[in-house]
């Protein structure tokens, strides 16, 4: 059974930044663990539908953002560690949200919610104006 646990999340003015975590621990049925899964991050505001935010496949390679965030937030991982990491830069009123981290256990990056198999309980992140 796959676990996410979001961190990292808070209060933070305008401009300001955030890292959020996410730690990954258990395995499917099949054994597979953090290292084959792709990663994901959506966010949800409040009385908005949850909505794709950045995705990292389980090689690191080809990143993908919502345009809302590119060149202000980075997605990384660390499989040694089992933690995928948001890095968020030059925040907005706007990215106020409860941030959700989600594995994908084929390892594929994906922009659908649909196509991924664990979430965590997510973190809220608030920005002030």
């Known amino acids: 059974q796959v676990q996410l646990v979001e961190s990292g999340g808070g209060l933070v003015q305008a401009g300001g930044s955030l890292r959020l975590s996410c730690l990954a621990s258990?395995?499917?049925?099949?054994?597979?663990?953090?290292?084959?899964?792709?990663m994901g991050w959506f966010r949800q505001a409040p009385g908005k539908e949850r909505e794709f935010v950045a995705a990292?496949?389980?090689?690191?390679?080809?990143?993908l953002y919502a345009d809302s965030v590119k060149g202000r937030f980075t997605i990384s991982r660390d499989n040694g560690k089992n933690k995928v990491y948001l890095q968020m830069n030059s925040l907005k009123p706007e990215d106020t949200a409860v941030y959700y981290c989600?594995?994908?256990?084929?390892?594929?990056?994906?922009?659908?919610?649909?196509?991924?198999?664990?979430w965590g309980q997510g973190t809220q992140v608030t920005v002030s104006s």
């Open positions: 989600a594995a994908e256990i084929s390892g594929r990056a994906s922009q659908r919610n649909g196509e991924y198999d664990a």
């Open positions: 258990g395995r499917t049925a099949s054994g597979r663990t953090f290292s084959n899964y792709g």
């Open positions: 990292i496949p389980y090689d690191g390679h080809i990143l």
